[in-house]
């Protein structure tokens, strides 16, 4: 990665004058406010479209996705320069872009950009086309060409070359909220990560508590796991009177023979969230659904009934697998006699769009578990389960992992991964997937994390994403507030930077994210 300056030399002096207006722009700004302190409009080309150039615009801390392009007819004066500020200096983070993050264009001049942290781009982190330009007090890194690139500046001022400290790639932040290229909250929760490509999707349930015909399967995608694209929402009620309205737990695995991809899901009505009429609770069973690409519209083919195993036919959350060889399977929560009580893996289909047989039955001993996933590293099986989060199923609880050489087993009794520092609920989340980034330079398990907020009311976003750790073997949570990923290398490092105390579902209560630096 390269952070270069492209400056000329300019003997003007630029004079500190006010400009005619100040006016602000956040995160939860709207277009009908009056870009007040207190009514801030939700965009800094928005804000620049309601006012012109030759104003201050300040930018609430948070986090804002790129790129920021400044058109021509926005740029000020002498007198009056175009002002865009961080309201605190590097709290206002501009994150992802397809080009620059943070530009203008070609006659757009005396254009201040003061404060910001700027990252992400796969090109220049700043790109000044404009003369006489202000560059100031910006935390530039991590961007893919050059940290910034001016072209007549009065000044540059702001750490580029210094970046590296960190690490090469994009940040992972936890206990913040997830926001994709609309600048909408991430709802993708009970999700599947999948690689397809060189693109990595993110398919979950949009969970609307209290009104399940909101229900949607939504699908984000992302090249480097930290700027997320909103897709589509693959799938809603209203595209059939399909009966499942719990749609988390969602894995989506592509069958090379049939060129297809299968989405597979838990087919169960829910219990709290109000009755769908003429649609009775059914419990047990996988729905299938498949389409000709990773983002198209997934056709609902049916459900099948899972095995019973001599047990009830009571099953609740389910995982993929697809196994090395071209097979896949389900491992489900099964409710042999109690809730949730062992994992039953069940065969599917060359096809994978029905049941073929069980495979075997994985004891659960010690309490109530859910959230299977199923992940083959080091020549082992690893099937990590939650702790269930009883006596309420939405809250965060320990991680359980067993091993077996093969699929069939015999699997080994569960222990629990261990976290540092200690908690007892996963830093306030519940095992969701586990997925191995392979690079040029390594490779590491990433731990996906669900954190229901909605449903508890404790703890600040929706997901808790770690890199796992490993000691003598044993998987190992380890809390990291920030850490950044280069998947391209597979590697990540921690940000020195981040500090905080980890979460915990016991103490911690919904309030709108704070960076933490």
Sequence with gaps: MRYLFWMSLCITVITTVASAETYYVATDGKPDFSGSKEKPWPSVEYALSKVGGGHTIIVKPGIYRGPIQIAKQYAGTRERPTVIQSEVKWQAVIIGAEYHVISNDDGCDWLVIDGFEVMGGRYDGVKMNGDYNVVRNCWVHNNKAMGIACGVCLSCNSPVSGARAIADGV?????????????????????????FGDTYYFYGWGDYPGDNRKDTITCYSSRDLASWKFERHIYTRDMTDLTLIVPDRLHVIYNATTKKYVMIGKHILPVDDPPMPGQPRVTGGASFFTSETPTGTFAYLGHEMLPT???????????????????????????????NRNIMITRLTPDYLHVDRTVC???????????????????????????????????????????????????????????????????NAQTDFLFEIRGTAGSFVLWGGDRWSQRTGTGVGKNVWLPLHWNDDEPLLKWYPTWNVDVAAGTWVADPKATGTPPTGASRTVTQPTEVR
């Design 309 to 339: 195993g001599g047990g009830t036919d009571y099953h609740r959350d389910l995982a993929a697998f697809q196994n090395g060889d071209g097979t896949a399977y389900v491992a489900s929560s099964h409710d042999q006699h109690k809730p």
């Design 361 to 427: 039955e994985v004891p659960l001993t010690g309490g109530a578990f859910e959230a299977p996933y199923i992940i083959k590293l080091k020549s082992q099986y690893w099937l990590f389960v939650s702790g269930g989060g009883w006596p309420s199923p939405w809250n965060g609880s320990p991680t359980y992992v067993s091993t077996a050489e093969k699929i069939a087993g015999p699997w080994t009794p569960f222990r629990k991964v261990k976290c540092d520092p200690d908690s007892k609920d996963s830093f």
């Design 171 to 195: 940040p992972i932040r936890n206990d913040t909220v997830w926001k994709d290229d609309r600048g909408q909250e991430i709802m993708c929760q009970g999700g599947n990560l999948c690689k």
